[in-house]
Each structure stands twice: as structure tokens, then as C-alpha cells.
């Protein structure tokens, strides 16, 4: 096998005396331990197909060379390359998972122990995360009743001359009313970080989820709709200037284009928002990563069509119940990505909260959950001197929906069959709450 040019890093060119890229190769039994993990089974029809392609692997073992490079290789660039032609984006950097997007956006923004960050009240942790790590005030938004998203109108109320960024979630793949969001962002001189962790594919008017804020972050974690070997994440950017700096901030700032003296390479701060400028530190990914990335993102409007599919046969199967409001399919401007399927109950004309609900969907082996709940409920806000009680009365929309109204239910990978008892079991509990059974 032919060898290639010497990356400069590493001495992977013709040479006396190497110096390898990867420190200890993976080899054939490492490999077949992948395969099993991959492809799991048991029995004896499994064990003789698995020891065929043992054979095959070892053989392959003789004749074929390990790659020279495990990260932030061609597989990488490659994943990034696909990210952006799908996205219709530029420069999007492909990192170790979606929260290590928020802290590159939130470093570029320059946030400070004091400044404010408004968030939707109902959202995963993640999203709130770095900004409380580094003493940031959040504070949180109610939400929509029926799309769960963060409310702008709640927003503009509590937007502060210390607000520096509004990070709206599109909870399950709904898409938030960015045009709103974005108008107060302009108004007011603030940045605006898309958490589209669930919004990968999704569009409103127009654009893909994630391209109409100052920043996108998307997850590729294993229960997204897309995954890239269980983790990963992609950060874009619409401002052109940082674009070039997101690949160094990813890695350490490492810049390859100036070295410093007897060395290959310089390592320099990143610039952020208004001259001010920050330190990187290291979400590098593997290509193994990149990698799985590029395989699922190739059948991807696939996988969209099929959840699509799902979701409208639940809400032409629900639309009849009064008692429920089943998930939005959306229209020509509004495309979610159906991560979650979104079910609302009026707990008056069903008889009884979501909660009781959700103990006879339970019974009968029907896997839901609300999956996000209201943040300030956490006991490591109530560590740093947030007040429970006082924010909820803010946020009184997200009190009654979370304890009374709302639930979520996956509905990838389901058969027609599962889908058909699932609508069953849905009716046929609003029924029982009806009946009082």
C-alpha cells in the first residue's frame, strides 16, 4: 500500500526512524469486539455467522495497514463538509457533543459573573449550563401552551440592560418563533444561540433550525435523531468573521499557520464579540465519529420521512378527542423534525391531569415521559441562591403544563402495530379518566 506525504505533526511519511500518529493501533480482535457490540444476537445461527466474518477480519488483518490518523482527520472534514451542503451553511465545526457548542457561542459573546441569560423555562440542563458555571444570572422565560417553546412575548418582559443572550430551544424539533426572537435580538443589541439539539433537518420559512440565530448548536447524542457513534455535536455560526476562528476554538487555539520560535505551531487566544477575545480549550472528535456522521446524515431525509409519517398517522388517529391536543404537524413554513411527539391534554374534559394520564399509559407498557422539566427546579439552582417559588410565579404557563397538561412519546423504529396500540391505549385511557374507572 502505497504511503502518503508525511503530515507535518507526525512523521507518517517515508522515513528511517517514525514517528507514529497513533500511539497503539486497533487490530483485528479489537475490531471483531466492535462488530459484536454493533451487532448483537445470541444463539448458534448467530455464533457461526459471527465466527465467518472473524475468519474474514483476520484474513483482512494480513493484507491492509491501520489509518494514520484517529482525529480531526479527512472522516471530520468530510462530516463538516455534508453538515453545511445539508444546512446551506459555512464553516461548521463538528465538536465532542452539542453543550461544547453553547460554551464556544457563550465565550465568543464574552459573558461575565453577573450578565443574564434568558432561557425557556422548560429545556434540558445542558442548555443553561456553562453560563451558570461561570456565575451568570439565568433567567428563564415561560413558555408557549401548545408548542412548549420559549414564549417571546415573555421574553421582551424580562429582557434587562444585563441581558447578553437568549438561547430559544425547539423543543422536540418544533421550530420557536425565531422571527420574534430575533427581532428583540436586534433591538436590543443581544446574541442569539439557536439550541437546536432536537432541530437538526427541521425549517422555518425557509431555513434550517439552527441557521437563523447568531450561533446553532445540534446534538448527535445517541437519542437524537441522528447519531455519531452516541455523541457529537455541530456548531454554525452567521457571523462570517468568526467562522474561520470556530475550527481553532475547538482545539486549544492551536494555530498552524504562525509558529512560535523551534516550534511547529502558535497557540493564540480566540476573538470574541466587541474585541474581546478568549481562551479555547478541547472538543476535538474522532474520525470514527465523523465517520458514522456522514453514514446516517446520507439516509437522513429518510429517517425525517418515516418520523413524519408516524407523527401524522398519532394526530389523524388523536384529532378526534376533544380532550387531547396531539402534536402540530406543521405547514409549507413551519417543518419540525418530530425528535419527540408532543401529546397535550385539558385535563377538565379528560377527567383528570396528565399524571393520572401518564399512571394508565404506564399500565398499559406504553413508554412516555415529559421529557424536559422546568429548570429552576433543580437543586443546583437553589444552591446558588435561586428561589423556586418566586421564579414559578413567573413562569405560570410552565407550572400548569408540566405538572397538568403535557407529555412525550418516541415514535421512531415503532411497526404500524406498535403506533396502532399506541393510539389505542391513548383513547382508551382518556376514556377511563372520563368514566372515572
Given at each position: 500500500?502505497?504511503k502518503?506525504a508525511?503530515?507535518f505533526?507526525?512523521?507518517?511519511?517515508?522515513?528511517?526512524?517514525?514517528?507514529?500518529?497513533?500511539g497503539?493501533?486497533?487490530?483485528?480482535?479489537d475490531?471483531?469486539?466492535?462488530?459484536?457490540?454493533?451487532?448483537?444476537?445470541?444463539g448458534?445461527e448467530y455464533?457461526?455467522?459471527?465466527?465467518?466474518?472473524?475468519?474474514?477480519?483476520?484474513?483482512?488483518?494480513?493484507?491492509?495497514e491501520?489509518?494514520?490518523?484517529?482525529?480531526?482527520?479527512?472522516?471530520?472534514?468530510?462530516?463538516?463538509?455534508?453538515?453545511?451542503?445539508?444546512?446551506?451553511?459555512?464553516?461548521?465545526?463538528?465538536?465532542?457533543?452539542c453543550?461544547?457548542g453553547?460554551?464556544i457561542?457563550?465565550?465568543y459573546?464574552g459573558?461575565?459573573?453577573g450578565?443574564?441569560?434568558?432561557?425557556?423555562?422548560?429545556?434540558?440542563?445542558?442548555?443553561?449550563?456553562?453560563?451558570?458555571?461561570?456565575?451568570c444570572?439565568?433567567?428563564?422565560a415561560?413558555v408557549d401552551p401548545?408548542?412548549?417553546?420559549?414564549?417571546?412575548k415573555d421574553?421582551?418582559?424580562?429582557?434587562?440592560?444585563?441581558t447578553?443572550?437568549?438561547?430559544?430551544?425547539?423543543i422536540?424539533?418544533?421550530?420557536?418563533?425565531?422571527d420574534?426572537i430575533?427581532e428583540?435580538?436586534?433591538?436590543?443589541?443581544?446574541?442569539?444561540?439557536?439550541?437546536?439539539?432536537?432541530?437538526?433537518?427541521g425549517?422555518?420559512?425557509?431555513?434550517?433550525?439552527g441557521?437563523?440565530?447568531h450561533?446553532?448548536?445540534?446534538?448527535?447524542?445517541?437519542?437524537?435523531?441522528?447519531?455519531?457513534?452516541?455523541?457529537?455535536?455541530?456548531?454554525?455560526?452567521?457571523?462570517?468573521?468568526?467562522?474561520?476562528?470556530?475550527?481553532?476554538?475547538?482545539?486549544?487555539?492551536?494555530?498552524f499557520?504562525?509558529?512560535i520560535?523551534?516550534?511547529?505551531?502558535?497557540?493564540?487566544s480566540?476573538?470574541?464579540?466587541?474585541?474581546?477575545?478568549?481562551?479555547?480549550?478541547n472538543?476535538?472528535?474522532?474520525?470514527?465519529?465523523?465517520?458514522?456522521?456522514?453514514?446516517?446524515?446520507?439516509?437522513?431525509d429518510?429517517?425525517?420521512?418515516a418520523?413524519?409519517q408516524?407523527a401524522?398517522?398519532?394526530?389523524k388517529?388523536?384529532?378526534?378527542?376533544?380532550?387531547?391536543i396531539p402534536?402540530?404537524?406543521?405547514n409549507?413554513?413551519?417543518?419540525?423534525?418530530?425528535?419527540?411527539?408532543?401529546?397535550i391534554?385539558?385535563?377538565?374534559?379528560?377527567?383528570?391531569?396528565?399524571?393520572?394520564?401518564?399512571?394508565k399509559?404506564?399500565?398499559?407498557?406504553?413508554?412516555?415521559?415529559?421529557?424536559?422539566?422546568p429548570?429552576?427546579?433543580?437543586?443546583?439552582?437553589k444552591?446558588?441562591?435561586y428561589?423556586e417559588?418566586?421564579?414559578?410565579?413567573?413562569?405560570?404557563?410552565?407550572e400548569?403544563?408540566?405538572?397538568?397538561?403535557?407529555t412525550h412519546f418516541?415514535?421512531y423504529?415503532?411497526?404500524?402495530?406498535?403506533?396502532?396500540?399506541?393510539?389505542?391505549?391513548?383513547?382508551?385511557?382518556?376514556?377511563?379518566?372520563?368514566?372515572?374507572?
Open positions: 500500500m502505497a502518503k508525511s503530515d505533526r507526525y512523521n507518517t511519511g517515508e522515513t528511517k526512524v517514525p514517528w507514529a500518529a497513533v497503539e493501533n486497533y487490530n483485528a480482535q475490531l471483531m469486539a466492535i462488530v459484536r457490540f454493533l451487532m448483537k444476537g445470541e448458534a455464533d457461526a455467522a459471527m465466527k465467518a466474518v472473524e475468519e474474514k477480519v483476520y484474513a483482512l488483518d494480513q493484507v491492509s491501520p489509518p494514520a490518523k484517529l482525529s480531526l482527520d479527512a472522516e471530520v472534514a468530510k462530516a463538516e463538509e455534508m453538515c453545511d451542503e445539508f444546512l446551506n451553511t459555512e464553516g461548521c465545526v463538528f465538536l465532542t457533543n453543550t461544547a453553547f460554551e457561542a457563550s465565550k459573546v459573558l461575565q459573573p450578565d443574564e441569560v434568558i432561557v425557556p423555562a422548560i429545556t434540558f440542563a445542558a442548555t443553561m449550563a456553562y453560563p451558570l458555571s461561570i456565575g444570572k439565568i433567567v428563564f415561560d401548545v408548542t412548549l417553546n420559549i414564549d417571546p421574553v421582551a418582559k424580562k429582557i434587562t440592560d444585563k447578553k443572550m437568549i438561547v430559544p430551544v425547539h422536540g424539533g418544533y421550530p420557536v418563533d425565531m420574534a430575533m428583540l435580538a436586534e433591538k436590543h443589541g443581544i446574541i442569539v444561540l439557536e439550541d437546536a439539539a432536537h432541530g437538526f433537518g425549517e422555518y420559512k425557509g431555513k434550517k433550525l441557521t437563523i440565530g450561533f446553532g448548536a445540534y446534538s448527535f447524542h445517541e437519542v437524537k435523531n441522528m447519531t455519531s457513534f452516541g455523541e457529537g455535536g455541530i456548531l454554525t455560526t452567521t457571523i462570517k468573521d468568526f467562522r474561520p476562528e470556530m475550527k481553532r476554538a475547538r482545539f486549544l487555539g492551536a494555530d499557520s504562525k509558529q520560535k523551534n516550534w511547529l505551531y502558535d497557540v493564540c480566540i476573538p470574541g464579540k466587541d474585541g474581546s477575545s478568549f481562551v479555547a480549550t472538543f476535538s472528535t474522532t474520525e470514527i465519529q465523523g465517520l458514522g456522521l456522514q453514514l446516517q446524515l446520507s439516509r437522513y429518510k429517517i425525517l420521512e418520523r413524519a408516524a401524522a398517522y398519532l394526530t388517529r388523536l384529532s378526534g378527542c376533544d380532550a387531547l402534536q402540530d404537524l406543521g409549507d413554513e413551519i417543518k419540525p423534525t418530530f425528535h419527540l411527539y408532543s401529546v391534554i385539558d385535563p377538565e374534559k379528560a377527567g383528570g391531569d396528565v399524571q393520572l394520564f401518564k399512571k399509559l404506564a399500565q398499559k407498557g406504553v413508554t412516555e415521559i415529559a421529557h424536559f422539566g429548570l429552576y427546579r433543580f437543586e443546583v439552582l444552591e446558588r441562591g428561589d417559588a418566586a421564579i414559578a410565579a413567573t413562569c405560570p404557563v410552565t400548569e403544563v408540566f405538572d397538568r397538561r403535557f418516541p415514535i423504529g415503532l411497526t404500524q402495530e406498535q403506533l396502532d396500540y399506541m393510539a389505542d391505549a391513548i383513547l382508551e385511557s382518556i376514556d377511563e379518566m372520563q368514566k372515572g374507572i
